[in-house]
Every structure is written in structure tokens, then in C-alpha cells.
């Protein structure tokens, strides 16, 4: 009896090496030479997924909640998605990478840029899209450039996907937003006059206005473009929303001066830039639920 569990395993151990063999190892090396490995998890994954037909593993592919058992990690979906290359299978590459691609758009998208319309229909503000769309861009080349021969660049992805695609959104977050620093015909020295058309545009433009911050959307939009402002900026705006006048006759009454230690001028040049980031900011651009 002994002899049948012994030889059963070592029958399992056998085909397990040889589906090893077919996962591929990755070849991206460490600074200290060392390869990279996929998580182990992610390998016994991929052993079980080997045994499955191509319809059921699309199947678990589709799952969207991660709290399913059968939901198939992007780790994994990743592979088989490179892995049609090898196996010369445009249908299962084009049929993956579909379900790829949303999650890629999905993991893309601060968290902070997403909200809900008052019909109900899922929108993000201008700075996310822009992050998105260039996490995005970035990670497809990468794709591309892998179906064209092999790019070390996403064996990462397939050993931490999630630290992946984090990495390229924050340099993406910080590239949008030097993009709008730089649109923006704002002086950065508090002393510089600010142009006529910015103060126009800021002084016609309360982010505070009563018939909006009732609203639960728009204030969870406007509170996460506030945490996107400079510091200095950061701070005039809170006081604003405290009702802290500019200035105050009344040597015992707090004003944003006095807190700040600013003159009128400064204070308020800090005002107009921050109203006219908020004010772009909080443009809307619908996406798909």
C-alpha cells in the first residue's frame, strides 16, 4: 500500500515538474543578479490553470470580485495573456486582453479622482483621467513591445502587479500635475501680480458655494482636488472654508494674516491660484460604470 502512495506521488510530482517546465521563468534580473521569481502562490495558480480548457479559464478571468475563490489574480492573467504568443493564439490573446486592459484602466485610476453623479453614472475628474490614460499608455508599449520579442519591463508586473501599476501612477500623478502647473498662467511668487483674467476667472468662483457643498459628490471632489493643492495654498483655502476673514480691524478677532503671517496681497494671490486649480479641477468627465 505503501508502494501505490509512494509511486502516486511521485506520478504527481513528475507532472508537476513538467508543467513547470512549461511556465516559463522570468528573466528580468535583480541589482544583486539575481532572476526574478513569481510569488509561489501565483505559481501553484498557474500549475492548477494549466490543467483547465480555455473556456473555463476565461471564465474564472471574468471574475470581478477578489474575494471569490475562483478569482484568478492579474499576476496570472498577465502570463497567459503573454503566453499567447508562444502559443500562436490571437484568439485567446485578444479574448484575455480585453479583461486585462479593464483592470489595467481600473488599477490606474486614483481612488481619490473617482465619484458618482447625482444620476448615478461613474465619473472621474480631469487630473484622473490624465493619470490614467498615462498609466495606461505606458503599460500597452510595454504589452507591444513584449508581443514583438520579450520586454523585462513586465516581468514585475507578473511577480507584484499591484506595486507595478502603483509605481507608474505615482509618476504619472506627478507628471500630470506638473502639466497643469504649467498651463496654468498663475505666478508661483506670492508678490507677483496675478493676471486679470485669473483673478476674473478665481473671483467668479466659490468652491464653497452653498447650493453645491450640500451635495455629497461634489464635496468628496472638491475635498480631494483641495489635497492636491501646494501647501501654502492648501492652508488659505481651509481657512476660507472656516469663514476666516483676509483681515481683521479687531486686534482680538483671528484673520488668515494673522495666522499666516502673510500680508493681504499673498493671501490673496494664494486664494486666486488655488480657486483657479479648483475651479479645472473639478471639470467633469464622465466614464462608463
Same mark, same amino acid.
Given at each position: ?14 507532472? %508537476?515538474?513538467?508543467?513547470? #517546465? ?30 483547465? !480548457? #480555455?473556456?473555463?479559464? =476565461? ?5 470581478? *470580485?477578489?474575494?471569490?475563490? =475562483? ?5 496570472? =492573467? ?16 485578444? @479574448? ?32 484622473? $483621467? ?21 520586454? &523585462? ?11 507595478? @501599476?502603483? *509605481? =507608474? ?23 507677483? %501680480? ?9 473671483? $467668479?468662483?466659490? !468652491?464653497?458655494?452653498? *447650493? ?34 483676509? %483681515? $481683521? ?5 483671528? *484673520? ?29 468627465? &464622465?466614464?462608463?460604470?
Amino acid at each position: 500500500m505503501l508502494f501505490v502512495i509512494a509511486k502516486q506521488k511521485d506520478a504527481l510530482n513528475l507532472n %508537476e515538474l513538467r508543467i513547470r #517546465f512549461v511556465i516559463d521563468p522570468l528573466r528580468k534580473h535583480r541589482k544583486d543578479g539575481r532572476l526574478y521569481e513569481r510569488r509561489a502562490e501565483t505559481m501553484a495558480i498557474l500549475i492548477h490553470l494549466e490543467s483547465l !480548457p #480555455f473556456d473555463q479559464l =476565461l471564465e474564472r478571468a471574468k471574475i470581478r *470580485s477578489k474575494a471569490d475563490p =475562483l478569482y484568478l489574480p492579474t499576476e496570472c =492573467l498577465l502570463h497567459f495573456v503573454r503566453r499567447a504568443k508562444r502559443d500562436n493564439s490571437d484568439r485567446s490573446f485578444e @479574448i484575455l486582453f480585453r479583461v486585462l486592459l479593464a483592470r489595467v484602466e481600473n488599477a490606474a485610476t486614483p481612488r481619490s479622482t473617482i465619484y458618482r453623479l447625482t444620476d448615478g453614472k461613474v465619473a472621474i475628474t480631469a487630473f484622473g $483621467s490624465k493619470v490614467r490614460d498615462d498609466v495606461v499608455d505606458r503599460f500597452l508599449a510595454r504589452l507591444v513591445s513584449d508581443r514583438d520579442s520579450y520586454d &523585462e519591463r513586465l516581468d514585475y508586473f507578473e511577480v507584484n502587479f499591484s506595486h507595478a @501599476i502603483a *509605481s =507608474l501612477r505615482s509618476t504619472a500623478k506627478l507628471k500630470a500635475a506638473e502639466e497643469e502647473r504649467r498651463s496654468q498662467p498663475l505666478s508661483s511668487d506670492d508678490d507677483e %501680480e496675478i493676471s486679470a483674467e485669473v483673478e476674473k476667472a478665481a473671483g $467668479s468662483f466659490d !468652491p464653497f458655494d452653498k *447650493s453645491k457643498i450640500d451635495d455629497g459628490n461634489y464635496r468628496f471632489r472638491l475635498f480631494a482636488a483641495i489635497k492636491e493643492l501646494p501647501d501654502k495654498e492648501r492652508h488659505v483655502v481651509a481657512l476660507f472654508f472656516k469663514e476666516y476673514p483676509i %483681515e $481683521s480691524n479687531d486686534p482680538d478677532k483671528p *484673520s488668515i494674516c494673522k495666522i499666516l503671517g502673510c500680508v493681504e496681497k499673498t493671501v490673496r494671490n494664494r486664494r486666486d491660484r488655488a480657486f483657479e486649480k479648483l475651479r479645472t479641477a473639478l471639470s467633469e468627465e &464622465e466614464i462608463d460604470a
